[in-house]
């Protein structure tokens, strides 16, 4: 296609600089410039494919005193070089021989963060209008009393208007396998009854319960049926209204509160964008900024001024520098997935690119859950500017920030130490040092790192994307069927796209179409996007078994289809490395360069550890073809690349490609051959490193069960390691209930098999007595070996999910009245899961059928999710203990277990601070406090801490006997109370491992026989009761907080099982705890709907319990 015949200029305004690139054709460029109009400008010759030069400019964002507006500045510089005269501040910019301004801008996000919005009311069914304020009611920190970082509202509640009107799925029968849409119209039909029964976009029928009532102003429904949102639209906009988002036009999928949260976000943040765009056009002459002005959205296409909607703006600004190192970086012969690593002043972002750009449709943004089409990046919020600290003996990064001003110490403001500082005195942010640690043997370093994101906005395509929900079950409908109905709504949602980019001055011809179905099995939330073809099941079935290991004797269905249109216009990306770097790799001839002087240069590991006098070359001086050999430094007015020792730089004509050594000293080498001497980095690295592997273990775990108790509620899943004696060395903080009684089951399985498990030996338990919370809970505990020694555990690994059904008397094996163990299903003290790597599905079989024995008690109704979720709970164990391998690989058993060692001393050395602290505050001694359950059962607790050594003593000791009911509690929560509570009163903002160490200080009295530590037979099913009491009491004991709601309010309803008359059908089961509300405390208001202390469930979507 043709290049553009005038300036294109690409502007990313981050929060601390601002990168400016632009193209000027070769035949309108002014060569000989005076240095005044050049200024910091780097001018480039060659434009990629494109004939011309290159400019490059970077600005701080915030330079108040030179100017007001930095894209804007920007412009004004880059036409002074393409101009050759000077352009006066201030003066209205003419941009006419502009072909086009791209922009990427962080106005939206910074507005979002900051809650600058603008005031909106919102508009909802009746009886939902709290829908979005209760949100999935999970607390975002898990230790913080206070509730203090849960998002605040964007709107006021009494801006929410309710109206009259409801729609719900149309057949729900106690036949779980449902009826089919032709017989659900043809009852309707016959009853008379079509006016209330309709078939919605997505193929399903719906059931209008409630018409809408105009009256009522507006309306919010499920975005099956986006009628009655549409008709309110047309009485907003007669009313004057000037922004209305619909949430079935903004998000057109299942799943009430991320789709209504980016109708709100977006009403919050369209006007603030829409004035941002103004002010910006307000700068130049006629209101335009140049024939054409497109801005950057967050799923990395680009829109013109006019359709930048606040939605999509927001992260925008990490979508550019994905683009950009996509576009000049990624090889398509070679096929090698790209890494990107980006740093800025506040967070860093990395993403990975493999040919397509993967997009993410439900992620958080400041707190809230939205559902839009994001970039795949993910972001850690520590960056240049994050402040370095020292607390609890280990070193912390972030989450503050010393801004830009006065920034880092290094600026020489008077500003405080930051990642920056660290950065320049260790040289440690440079592509060997981070792909080395990474295990990456190859970086490429493209020609405008320095400023690839807006070089990345540059490259960007403008994209359209249409979807919405559709509905067809692919194992029984006719394949012929199925192609029309799927070709037809595809043919709608095309012309969508082919309308809007027509609006945006993209021709058809130049349109790229990406066609994807998402596809589930049924009665599965699990939803894959699976690019359009005549196969689409097959491809469905093999992508959900590479993703989770399993595939199951399910139908498959279509439930939305998506359409992306891509209007190519101009290609400035380098053409690719590969083709150069074999080039010259095959090469006899070496080309040598002279280095332009040293610099005295520190280096680690490879030199010993000191100074050495370092070649530094100048990049525009070193001929294409060089060789350069580490340790070297490769330079330039932008950016200066650091090759280290056993490294060689190669130079390219548009890009420097390093090749990473393979002679590397090992961690494992450096740190045997020192001391072991506590380390406090290092108890920092390795704290990180447990947590990150008992959190990747939870992703295992979720992504390869089926429950949906398991998988769309990570909160109900729990992983942990533990050392040799069942200790626990670090976990996952999901539920609080588990923080303590898991090291507890594992202790009980640690005794129980001593000197008896082989490698591939996996155990399951439940049961109260050996550390079980409640039985549906099951963990799946798993031993690693040494592996020069068979016989030599070196750590367990555990999972626990909770299963929705175990059998029992009642569905979701919570039985309000049961006052036996047998009656909430099966209880497991020990069972060998798998022997020797063989996995024991007969007797799995026999376990769960075994309630099915008992008088009105039913065996599970859904053995076969028991089996692939415990199969998924095997699978996270051996993740687990794939990457502790790794880790004692990568640094020595010694080494590891002293720092295991050495992070519960921490911890144990916290707790004894704080309880020495609580002594001195409170002279009156013991602590006391007490509590009664429903029946009047006392829970009494009396703590007694030792003033010289921090040590101290829980005491139960009065506490109520057993009852014949099911608050009893398994001895395991009164351990999870103390380390939950300890915990929350150290404050959420201190970094602390929760392990063996926070309870070394704490003796438990618990007397056998009470409630707090029953026999095992009495029922159980109510401990998420007395568990939230236990909390309650220890914070009242001292003073910490007032009393929270008390209960987990757990909910369950299902069919199915054993009748009256002993026959069993089948039937589901669904459990939900509902969030309460939580105790004020010295310095904050209590919070409601929300989860509090043991228990942080997520809700289940409205939509998705409907649908």
């Known amino acids: 296609m043709a290049g553009p015949q005038s300036v294109v200029i690409a502007c990313d305004r981050g929060g601390t600089f601002s990168d400016i690139w632009a193209f000027i054709p070769r035949h309108l460029y002014k060569s000989d410039l005076p240095a005044s109009l050049v200024g910091n400008a780097v001018i480039v010759e060659g434009a990629g494919n494109l004939d011309g030069v290159q400019v490059q400019l970077k600005l701080l964002s915030e330079d108040p005193v030179n100017y007001q507006d930095t894209p804007t500045e920007g412009i004004r510089r880059i036409l002074q070089i393409f101009e050759g005269r000077e352009i006066h501040r201030g003066e209205k910019i003419d941009t006419k021989l502009i072909d086009s301004v791209r922009m990427g801008t962080t106005v939206a996000t910074n507005a979002l963060l900051e809650r600058k919005g603008e005031p909106f009311g919102l508009v909802m069914t009746k009886g939902f209008g709290d829908l979005l304020e209760i949100g999935d009611q999970t607390r975002p920190d898990l230790f913080d009393l206070s509730i203090s970082t849960k998002p605040s509202l964007l709107y006021h509640p009494d801006n929410v208007i309710e109206v009259e009107e409801r729609v719900t799925m149309e057949g729900w029968t106690l036949d779980p396998e449902g009826q089919s849409v032709e017989s659900l119209l043809a009852n309707a039909k016959q009853n008379g009854d079509e006016g209330h ?287 029309v109905k799927v070709e037809n709504r595809v043919f709608e949602l095309q012309e969508d796209v082919c309308h809007k980019l027509a609006e945006q001055d993209v021709r058809d011809g130049d349109t790229d179409y990406e066609i994807t179905v998402g596809c589930s099995y049924d009665r599965s939330d699990t939803v894959l996007q699976i690019p359009f073809s005549r196969s689409i099941k097959a491809d469905f079935i093999a992508e959900h078994l590479r993703e989770t290991s399993f595939s199951m004797p399910r139908d498959v269905l279509i439930n939305s289809i ?83 020792p056993d490294c060689v730089a190669k130079v390219l004509s548009q890009h420097v490609v390093i090749r990473i050594g393979t002679n590397q000293t090992s961690n494992k080498n450096n740190i045997n051959e020192a001391p072991l001497v506590a380390d406090p980095i290092m108890l920092a690295v390795f704290g990180n490193r447990f947590m990150s592997i008992a959190e990747q273990m939870g992703h295992t775990l979720q992504r390869t069960s089926i429950s949906v108790s398991i998988k769309a509620s990570v909160f109900v899943i729990f992983n942990t390691l533990v050392d040799t004696d069942g200790s626990l060395v670090a976990n996952a903080p999901h539920i609080p209930v588990h923080l303590g009684s898991m090291q507890y089951a594992v202790q009980s399985q640690h005794r129980h098999w001593l000197g008896k498990l082989r490698p591939g030996d996996v155990l399951l338990t439940n049961h109260p007595e050996w550390g079980g919370t409640h039985l549906p809970d099951l963990t799946v505990v798993t031993p690693v070996f040494n592996p020069e020694d068979d016989n030599e555990i070196l750590f367990y690994v555990a999972s626990r999910g909770h299963h929705t059904d175990i059998g029992g008397t009642s569905v979701t094996s919570m039985n309000p009245i049961s006052k036996e163990l047998w009656q909430e299903g099966v209880s497991v003290k020990t069972f060998l899961l798998c022997s020797k790597g063989e996995f024991n599905e007969n007797r799995f079989r026999e376990l769960f059928a075994e309630p099915g024995k008992y008088p009105g008690s039913s065996a599970t109704r859904r053995i076969d999710h028991n089996i692939t979720d415990a199969q998924a709970a095997i699978s996270a164990n051996v993740r687990g203990a794939t990457l502790m391998k790794s880790l004692f690989e990568e640094f020595g058993v010694k080494t590891v277990q002293f720092y295991m060692n050495q992070i519960q001393s921490v911890a144990a050395q916290t707790v004894r601070t704080i309880l020495k602290s609580v002594r001195n505050e409170n002279k009156e001694q013991p602590l006391r406090a007490s509590d009664f359950m429903d029946d009047g059962t006392i829970t009494q607790l009396e703590v007694r801490i030792n003033p010289e050594t921090g040590d101290a003593v829980f005491d139960w000791t009065g506490t109520g006997p057993q009852t014949h009911g099911n608050f009893n509690s398994p ?37 056998k026989g009470g409630f707090l530590n029953p026999t095992g037979v009495v029922a159980i099913s109510g401990s998420t009761i007395s568990s939230q009491r236990l909390v309650d009491v220890i914070l009242h004991a001292f003073s910490a907080a007032a009393a929270s709601q008390g209960c987990a309010n757990s909910l369950g309803f299902g069919t199915g099982g054993k009748d009256a008359y002993g026959n069993v059908t089948p039937g589901f089961a669904y459990g939900e705890a509902i969030g309460g509300g939580s105790g004020t405390g010295p310095t904050w208001h209590g919070s409601h709907a929300i989860s509090v202390h043991s228990t942080n469930t997520r809700l289940t979507d409205v939509e998705v319990i409907e649908a």
């Open 971 to 1007: 001895i395991s929560l009164s351990y999870a109370a103390i380390i939950y509570s300890l915990r929350c009163m150290i404050t959420s903002k201190i970094p602390m491992p929760l392990n063996q160490g926070v309870l070394d200080p704490i003796e438990n009295i618990v007397p």
């Open 562 to 644: 998506r359409v992306r249109g891509t209007g190519r216009r101009y290609n400035y990306a380098a053409n690719g490395f590969a083709d150069g770097l074999a080039a010259l790799e095959s090469s006899l001839k070496k080309t040598e360069d002279i280095p332009s002087c040293y610099q005295n240069a520190y280096f680690e590991s490879e030199m010993g550890g000191r100074r050495v006098q370092t070649p530094v070359f100048t990049l525009s001086d070193t001929l294409c073809g060089s060789e350069i050999p580490g340790p070297a430094i490769i330079a330039d007015k932008t950016q200066a690349i650091v090759v280290e």
């Open 197 to 483: 029964v309709k078939v919605g976009l997505s193929g399903e029928v719906i059931r209008i319960l409630k018409p809408l009532d105009e009256q009522s102003s507006a309306c919010y429904t499920l975005g099956l049926i986006p009628a009655h949102e549409q008709r309110i639209a047309r009485i907003a906009k007669f009313i004057r209204f000037t922004q209305i988002s619909l949430s079935s036009e903004i998000s057109p999928a299942i799943k009430a509160v991320p789709r209504g949260n980016a109708a709100a976000v977006d009403a919050y943040l369209s006007p603030v964008v829409r004035r941002y765009v103004q002010d910006f056009l307000s700068n130049f002459v006629d209101g335009k900024a140049g024939k054409r002005c497109d801005f950057m959205q967050s799923d990395g296409a680009l829109v013109s001024a006019e359709k930048f909607s606040g939605l999509r703006a927001v992260l925008s600004g990490p979508a550019g520098g994905v683009v950009g190192f996509a576009k000049t970086t990624h090889d398509a012969k070679s096929g090698i997935p790209i890494i990107g690593f980006d740093m800025g002043g506040t967070s860093t972002d990395v993403s990975r690119f493999a040919g397509q750009f993967e997009h993410n449709y439900d992620h958080v943004i400041a707190g809230i859950k939205v559902a839009c089409p994001q970039l795949g990046i993910e972001t850690v919020a520590a960056g240049g500017g994050s402040r370095l600290t020292s607390k609890n003996g280990t070193f912390c990064v972030g989450p503050e920030s010393v801004g830009a001003h006065p920034g880092p110490v290094c600026y020489r403001k008077g500003g405080q130490l930051a990642i920056t500082d660290a950065n320049l005195v260790l040289g440690r942010l440079h592509a060997c040092f981070i792909a080395k640690g990474l295990g990456i043997g190859l970086v490429v370093v493209p020609q405008f790192s320095s400023v690839l994101s807006a070089y990345g906005i540059a490259c960007a395509d403008v994209t359209v994307e249409s979807a919405g929900p559709f509905f067809v079950n692919l194992s029984t409908s006719e394949a012929n069927d199925i192609r």
